[in-house]
């Protein structure tokens, strides 16, 4: 017994089977399991929407730091209603979860991956300049064209529009801004007819760009990634 706190037990040091032990182990096994309910979208598996407003503040901070650009893409699935109208819920459920596992797949395990809502999706690039940016949004525009989505006895197709964009340094961008900025391109990808990626002018980006060599080694070994 602890003399200092009389009823409360103190199991020793070198004791492992300590019911005190046991208790602390649940309640961080509890803590683990509602930080996931928290960020994670419980149908994809992906992170939702409030972890990516949460993240995306400390990876700009991030990127002014190191000097590195930070990439932003957003997703939106072409004619996504007309599934569900045609359909129902459940296939554009399958939909969403076919979409979700090819984003594991194609993308690095520190890309950013986040349901942002509906059949929006948000991708942040870290340490990933535009160029490189946009011909991952290319990659996964034709990855996504080319899936086949299987529910019941149903097989079919559907198309994604891309905006994309970067962070730098010299950028003044607010959070809200960088976002605004990229939906502007996906809006633009949208009206010119769908299944596109739009982004800025490579030629725009050159006074803003000082590729340092630490910069065009991870881009190099982004391009051997991909």
Known sequence: MNKNAPGLEICPASYEDCHWLHELAQL????????????????????????????????????????????????????????????????GNQTLKTIASLFRLELRQSDIICRYGGEEFTILLPQTALPIAVKVAERLRLSIAHTQIEFEDQVFNLTASFGAGVYQQANEYTEDGFVDTVDQYLYQAKEQGRN????????????????????????LKRRKDD
Do not use: M
């Open 196 to 219: 596109q990626v739009c982004h800025l002018d490579f030629d725009k980006l050159k006074p803003l760009t000082a590729v340092s060599t630490d910069e065009k080694a991870a881009l």
């Open 28 to 91: 961080r096994a509890k803590n683990e399991e509602l930080k996931h309910l928290v960020t994670k979208d419980p149908l994809t598996g992906l992170f939702n929407y409030r972890y990516f407003k949460e993240i995306l503040g400390n990876e700009i901070q991030r990127s002014i730091r190191s000097g590195k650009p930070l990439s932003l893409i957003l997703v939106d699935l072409d004619h996504f209603k007309s599934i569900n109208d045609r359909w129902g819920h459940e296939a």
